[in-house]
């Protein structure tokens, strides 16, 4: 007999060799028809793997995020088959589940594929699928598995195999085809119900573009025709909020291929905005207790190669600069934290000038692959609001809660109330990922799980995420459309005072290594605008929106009264213009509307003579006749019930 735990910490005994499928009709029927995944001490395995010895177990159905992982991952198998019987000669390579369903990247050679070819494809796939299929895994010897796919003349699978240890691999089985594949599967295809082919692309075999270009196929799938519907709908609603049609539309940035790729270029809307958000921050840190500082946009090869960056991320950066002198180089700066190392070094410092706080928003280059590039999630220079606290031991408990309270307040004056926290920690499998001391690692790693815990966060450990100094918090926030999305970043970093060579004098009269805290509440602020505006729709907070009335006169001789009403509205600090072109009312409002402009206040001779205004809201809701003021006074407490003030 073996026990198993479950996750509520009940034990029961089992027979050895049985199974999850076991376990889980041991349990409830109607669960063990549910369940299509499971990990087992830590491992991910299938449902009908026997289990051998004691162990944890945890039973996944299409609810949790490793269910639908197994389920998409067991897809792309569906899939690839469809894609070897439709396209005879394809060469298969990786084919991952990720957040919305899975890809499979192939070697077409001669054929090609595009949108014409999907529905040939989805009902492929469904045929095979229906013939509910099981998904069988078994271990093959490195020799036999090089012979197959050297048969097949696939390199790309050869490639695989090579750098695989003997006695590690596997194959999984399911109708005719084969795969090289490390598991977590459902059990069968029949599970597998409705199947979208979403769109293809190219991408280069292992992300290198030395290397042979594949076409990657995108797909998604359900175990309900009824959640297809549903995501294909969200889809189209994403296409509608998409940041680079809205920022098209707003006139807030654009990209210029004479400039550069990834390199955006903010139109005047687009810099208001950034402006007032960097405002908004900076008033909250300096409540906070920062200190702004600025650093150049290049630094010397040698400060990255001091800080790791240049070991860690060199090969991805852009490349040095050389000088006229000799053997001098510089690169453009991938990270502000090495130049504010140096700014704390400038000078002594005692445990009583600690903690020091400096904030910069501060613009970093990274050589993001073409392909990779997107909008402004995903660009080539982008500016991090970020900032550093060197501090005492002593102190890194309420620096970090601190950091966490001022995150808290930003992500809740922009509307992102959805969210949990993620500590993402060292993965102790791959120590050469890292850079410092097994004993600063646990120290640092112990320090944010207490200070999430403190903080009431609902929270989750990530193993294998942590940055290569230090662990992190991220806030893992979810968007209008429940998309979930990485904003702000704390990081605890033991690390790079030493390689820095930081020191405070203790009140022993003793130099002591002081511990940094690296933050960045928006993360960029070009991917923070560009979250914002898909989370919002271009709606943004009242606060922040670029203009937020426009003042439509009914006809030409209105317009010296909508003067007098814009100028009020100048002078309490309201964001407006006058649309005095010669329109109709009505096709001012529509423009108004499709401009996101929150308020229009229509003025004619009724308004005139009464010295009000005519509010209507965007949307459509009609405020009716007000004065100035008082509309002055709806904006304002609009404003301060979003805006609260920093810590009360």
Known sequence: MIKITLPDGTVKEFAKGSTPIDVAKSISEGLARNVISAQFNGNTVETVT??????????????????????WHSTSHIVAQALEELYPGAKLTIGPAIENGFYYDVDFGEHTVSDKDFQKIEQRALEIARGKHDFKMRAVTKEDALSLYKKQGNEFKVELIENLEDGTITFCDHDTFTDLCRGGHIPNTGIVKTIKILSVAGAYWRGDEKNPQLTRVYGISFPKQKDLTEYLELLEEAKKRDHRKLGKELELFTFSQKVGQGLPLWLPKGAALRERLENFLKKAQKKAGYEMVVTPHIGQKELYVTSGHYEKYGADSFQPIHTPKDDEEFLLKPMNCPHHCEIFNH???SYRDLPK??????????????????????VRGFTQDDAHIFCTPDQVDQEF??????????????????????????????????????????????????AAKEKGLDYVIEEGEAAFYGPKLDFMVKDALGRQWQLGTIQV???????????????DNELHRPIMIHRAPFGSMERFIALLLEH????????????????????????????????SLENNEIRALIDDRNETVGKKIREAEMNKIPFMLIVGENEEEANTISVRKHGGDDLGS????????????EINSTLKSFLN
């Open 50 to 71: 026997p289990l051998e010895e004691d162990g944890s177990l945890v039973l996944y159905t299409w609810n949790d995020k490793e269910g639908k992982k197994a389920f």
């Open 347 to 349: 000078k002594p410092f």
């Open 357 to 378: 706080r400096y904030a910069e928003f501060g613009t970093v280059y990274r050589y993001e692959q073409s392909g990779e590039l997107h909008g402004l999630t995903r």
């Open 401 to 450: 809660k601190n950091v966490i309270d001022l995150s808290l307040y930003v992500l809740g004056s922009l509307g992102f109330e959805n969210f949990t926290a993620q500590v993402s920690v060292r993965d102790p499998k791959t120590p050469e990922k890292y850079i410092g001391t097994v004993e600063n690692w646990e120290k640092a790693e112990n320090a944010i799980i207490n």
């Open 493 to 507: 970093d033991y690390t790079l005072p030493e390689r820095f060579d930081l020191t405070y004098k203790g009140s």
């Open 536 to 567: 919002t729709g271009g709606n943004f907070p009242l606060w922040l929106i670029p203009d937020q009335a426009i003042v439509l006169p009914v006809s030409e001789k209105h317009e010296k009264y909508a003067e007098k009403v814009l100028k």
């Open 626 to 637: 007000i004065t100035v003021d008082a509309f002055v006074d709806l904006v304002t407490k």
